[in-house]
């Protein structure tokens, strides 16, 4: 260990007064996830994570692999285990216990699916040869699960939150984002060429003719349909991706599509909708009534084969790999087929299978601390709204009500989903299973259209590892989970409680009131609630932190998207600042100080005029210089008036712990491709930078930490974020 720097670090642990603790203190965390070779003024990131990037190295499976991901493969392995005892028995035909156990089992026999080959997409890929007229197009289109030129689903209406509308969505590029089909710059291009190879291979392995070209067709429609598309900064809108019109006004918009029978192809029935994106959407009617059918047709074969890819051959399933998993993720290797099973059961069966997680993994009494977790962070948001200098009170009168009126979801559901009309037959294959799944969704999806919202409902299942807030119910939802290490553990104290779990409630928090979900109103209506000038000023502040994430450079000439990570940037803010606050509250009522570090009771603390303490654990007299702490134990620099502490966390101050453990929610390994395509399509910034640029505009972490102008994160109190 480089002892300058150890010096470096304890010379900012601040003084002690008295020990107070009854217990032996349980910090939580891990001195070895450190990196002690590095000052944390220098590299905050580094100093709380480059243990734990050591520890945990890339394998080739991951393009990324974080706490998040360790946590979900415990998660994964502990799902695995009940998913196989079901599965190694026979049920009863119609049981949950028969599905999950049948879906599981088909998922695992790749020499079946070997065997049965491109059968199991052969009727569909002849359903697309069988047209023979364009006016076939609106009915296809609508019975088909395996393609489409935009997306239906079924979503609170915007306007008006307590009933359900049908809502439609821009789709049929496969790349995602309409970046990937039109920047220029090198990286981007050869995805592109990548691309192109790709689809032809994919074809050529199903045995469809002039693939090359087949393949210049798919990624010429697919740009046009790009080029129309909204990009993710533009998607963040909600106000105008919301148009609400009815049938006959959709007739207008898009006459190339006979949407009678399009929807009568559905089963749907209704006499309005709101078209997400409205010009991506008539651009797809004018491509369907402008280019040459076949065309067309080799569009719809390919998603075919993109959508079926993982569910048919090995051989299949590496090429698909090839191109998405390793030249856009930079990925090495594929994962186990065990893990795919247990993904494809928990994307079929969750609730079945999460409500089996919780009775043996979620006790009752962590739903009981996370509760009063989020009450205090609730009386500590209602804190800073009050004392905000910048809004009117009548805007603030709103925000209170909208804070107070929010719904806390914590563990599981109280009512689970039947999965009853849900049919898997093993005398089926795996992709037709698939399809019977995907259309069981859609049919639930689209029992809920034109039906008051069921506020009751999910939309993650309990063993997901992540949270959510959701703007048209203004609820906070923290499945069970997320609720273990390194976010949440039960024989930790409050300075690590707060800086993991407490940051992540304050992040969901926040979202209610982000750049997005400011547009909402209590009851979850897109309704304005804030006066012209108060509205003036929230963007002028986010403003702020829009532009410092533009400047942040993630790789070499390329740049964070500040706009599309606004709201995430917004949230990851708000969370520090109330969660900080509602711990340092905490405190204050248990008479303790967060900036003052205490070791524990049989330490023994050292007097004001005493330096550190000896092996013996007594204290060093006055004028004693050198160190005289046993092995784990932090010594004290001369002139500072601390103790030594046993746990390794508790040389820390309290304050100092609260950061540490928020840094470690993010510690991550990832690979440089990774960090490019995140860049195009993640509305969160890159872990690295939740901390390195997040924290610099934490006041509290400038005194904990003792940052300085000398340190390269430091902001100038005048540059930094200040909103909520």
């Known amino acids: 260990m480089n002892k300058t720097l150890l ?30 070779n590095v000052c944390p003024q220098q590299d905050f990131y580094q100093f709380a994570t480059g243990g734990w ?64 080959g491109y059968e199991a997409i052969r009727r569909s890929i002849e359903e697309i040869d069988g047209v023979t007229d364009r006016s076939q197009l609106s009915g296809l289109l609508g019975k088909s699960m395996e393609y489409s030129l935009w997306a239906m689903y079924v979503d609170a209406d915007a306007l008006n939150s307590s009933m359900n509308i049908l809502n439609e969505y821009q789709a049929g590029f496969a790349l995602g984002q309409k970046e990937y ?9 050869s995805i592109r060429e990548a691309y192109l190879k790709h689809i032809a291979r994919m074809f050529s392995l199903y045995g469809i003719g002039e693939a090359d070209q087949a393949a210049q067709t798919v990624l010429r429609l697919e740009t046009r349909l790009a080029k129309a598309a909204k990009s993710n900064v533009e998607l963040r809108d909600p106000i105008d991706n919301y148009n609400k019109m009815s049938i006959e006004e959709l007739k207008q918009l898009v006459p190339q599509i006979n949407w009678d029978e399009y929807f009568a192809a559905m089963d749907i029935k209704t006499d309005s909708l709101s078209v997400g994106q409205k010009e991506h959407l008539a651009e797809a009617g004018r491509m369907l009534g402008e280019e040459p059918l076949e065309d067309l047709k080799t569009l719809l074969k390919w998603q075919v084969l993109d ?19 390793r030249v856009l993720s930079g990925k090495e290797e594929q994962s186990p087929l065990w893990k795919r099973a247990v993904g494809m ?47 009117s009170d009548e805007t603030k009168a709103k925000a209170q009500e909208k804070l107070a009126s929010m719904t806390i979801k914590i563990g599981y559901p109280d009512t689970w989903r039947d999965y009853s009309k849900l049919d898997i037959d093993p005398a089926l294959s795996y992709y037709e299973n698939i399809q019977r799944a995907a259309k069981f969704e859609q049919e639930y999806s689209l029992s809920y259209l034109n039906k008051p919202v069921d506020k009751t409902k999910w939309y993650m299942t309990p063993q997901t590892v992540n949270a959510y807030y959701n703007p048209s119910s203004n609820e906070i939802c923290f499945p069970a989970g997320i609720l273990q290490y390194p976010f949440f553990d039960m024989s930790a104290d409050d300075a690590f409680n707060y800086g993991a779990i407490g940051v992540v409630i304050g992040h969901e928090m926040t979202h209610g ?39 942040i450079e ?88 601390k103790a030594c502490c046993k746990d390794g966390g508790a040389m820390f101050s309290p304050a100092q712990r609260f950061f540490l453990a928020y840094a470690n929610v993010w510690a991550a390994n990832i690979r440089d491709e990774e960090i490019l395509q995140r860049t195009k399509s993640d509305p969160h910034s890159l872990g690295r930078w939740r901390v390195n640029g997040a924290l610099p505009h934490i006041g509290a972490w400038y005194e904990a930490w003792n940052i300085t102008e000398e340190s390269p994160l430091y902001l100038a109190p005048e540059k930094r974020v200040s909103i909520w």
């Open 7 to 36: 010096a470096a670090t304890t010379a900012i642990m601040v003084m002690t007064t008295a020990c107070t603790q009854k217990e032996p203190l349980q910090t939580g965390i891990h001195i070895e996830n450190l990196d002690m």
């Open 53 to 116: 990037q050591q520890q945990n190295p890339l394998t080739g499976e991951y393009a990324r692999f974080g706490s998040f991901d360790k946590l979900g493969l415990q998660n994964l392995e502990q799902v695995n285990g009940l998913i196989q005892d079901i599965a190694a028995t026979e049920h009863k035909h119609g049981s949950v216990e028969q599905k999950i156990g049948d879906i599981y089992n088909l998922a695992m026999d790749t020499a079946r699916r070997n065997n049965e």
């Open 181 to 189: 089909y039109l920047d220029e710059d090198e990286h981007t291009r």
């Open 307 to 325: 959508g079926a890819a993982s569910y048919l051959t090995d051989e299949m399933y590496a090429a698909n790999f090839d191109f998405y998993g």
């Open 345 to 391: 059961v928990n994307g079929t069966l969750g609730e079945a299978v999460g409500q089996m997680y919780v009775k043996k993994y979620f006790p009752e009494e962590n739903k009981k601390r996370m509760l009063s977790l989020v009450k205090n962070l609730q009386k500590a948001l209602s804190e800073r709204i009050a004392a905000l200098e910048w809004m």
């Open 513 to 551: 009131f982000d750049d997005q979900g400011c547009l909402f109103d209590k009851d979850g209506n897109l309704q304005n609630w804030w006066t012209a000038e108060d509205k003036a000023r929230f963007d002028e502040r986010t403003a702020v932190m829009r532009d410092y994430f533009d400047n």
């Open 554 to 641: 993630v790789a070499p000439g390329v740049h964070a998207n500040g706009a599309f990570t606004l709201g995430e940037n917004i949230a990851d803010h708000g969370g520090l600042q109330i969660s900080y606050q509602a711990f340092a509250s905490q405190m204050k009522k248990n008479g303790l100080d967060p900036m003052q570090a205490c070791c524990e009771k049989k330490e023994g603390c050292c007097k004001e005029e005493q330096k550190c303490c000896k092996e013996d654990k007594s204290c060093c007299k006055e004028g004693e210089k050198k160190s005289c702490c046993s092995e784990g134990q932090a010594c004290c620099k001369e002139g500072d008036k």
